[in-house]
């Protein structure tokens, strides 16, 4: 589904992510893990659209989107949250995920003035893509309440819901789990892997390793920006490379014994 070839990112003379290749399969989950500055979230900017890579390619369903905009990435499919869940604090969870679906609606400043038949369908598609959603990840119950009002458990099924109502094929997940409890974290995984039982492909970036070990089916290790090591989680936590750059031995030698 997503061919990376020789991706290079430079600030100021400072490679971020420096000539990664890889590719993530449909239908699968996969996991983008090292240790923090190690590049996970420019890669992700890159693939997204936010920065234009200095180099390097992005194929995405057999299409070049090397350097296009954020806006025209997520038209073609792919859907990115982020590790803080910006909301309209004073407006509904349901407010907040309309404004998701407004990607695919095509009613412009004549609609509105109008109200047009063409905008009150576009109104009642969004309407129902959020209500959609927000059952989708187990949130229909604070579809009223007040965005500021919600828990942190809770902004991040949002932020799932939001992703979910721009009709993506492509997940970006940066650190889903963060900032929640281990019983949070094990309701989280469940729905990722949802996602994916629903015809959805998820790429995350997480640092709670119990939980990628469970679920990814591929994980890519970077470190200072370069791809240092990628496979099965298996294969993954017993490479000495990974080990000694993030995992720690004590980490890697537990689950060499699993």
């Given at each position: 589904m997503l061919e990376i070839t020789d991706l290079t990112k430079q600030f100021f003379g400072l490679t971020a992510v420096d000539r990664i290749t890889t590719r993530f399969e449909r239908g699968q989950v996969s996991?983008?893990?090292?240790?923090?500055?190690?590049?996970?979230?420019?890669?992700?900017?890159?693939?997204?659209?936010?920065?234009?890579?200095?180099?390097?390619?992005?194929v995405f369903n057999g299409k070049d989107v090397t350097g296009l905009r954020p806006d025209h990435v997520a038209r073609l499919g792919i859907a990115r949250t982020f590790q803080t869940t910006h909301l309209f604090e004073n407006a509904t969870v349901l407010d907040n995920l309309i404004v998701g679906h407004r990607l695919r609606t095509q009613s412009g400043l004549w609609d509105v003035l109008v109200n047009s038949r063409r905008l009150q369908g576009e109104e009642r598609l969004c309407r129902e893509k959020a209500r959609e959603a927000l059952d989708f990840v187990g949130l229909s119950h604070v579809a009223n309440r007040i965005a500021a009002d919600i828990t942190q458990e809770e902004r991040k099924r949002v932020a799932f819901a939001l992703a979910l109502a721009t009709d993506p094929e492509l997940l970006l997940l940066d650190e889903p789990a963060g900032g929640v409890n281990p019983e949070e974290t094990v309701g989280l995984a469940?729905?990722?892997?949802?996602?994916?039982?629903?015809?959805?492909?998820?790429?995350?970036i997480e640092h709670k390793m119990d939980m990628i070990m469970r679920l990814a089916d591929k994980i890519v290790v970077l470190n200072n920006g370069a791809k240092i090591a990628e496979g099965t989680p298996a294969e993954v936590r017993r490479d000495p490379h990974v080990i000694e750059a993030y995992l720690g031995t004590e980490h890697g030698a537990e689950h060499a014994a699993v």
């Open positions: 996991a983008i893990i090292g240790p923090n500055g190690a590049g996970k979230t420019t890669f992700f900017n890159l693939v997204a659209g936010t920065h234009p890579p200095t180099s390097g390619r992005i469940a729905l990722i892997r949802k996602l994916v039982d629903h015809g959805k492909t998820v790429c995350l």
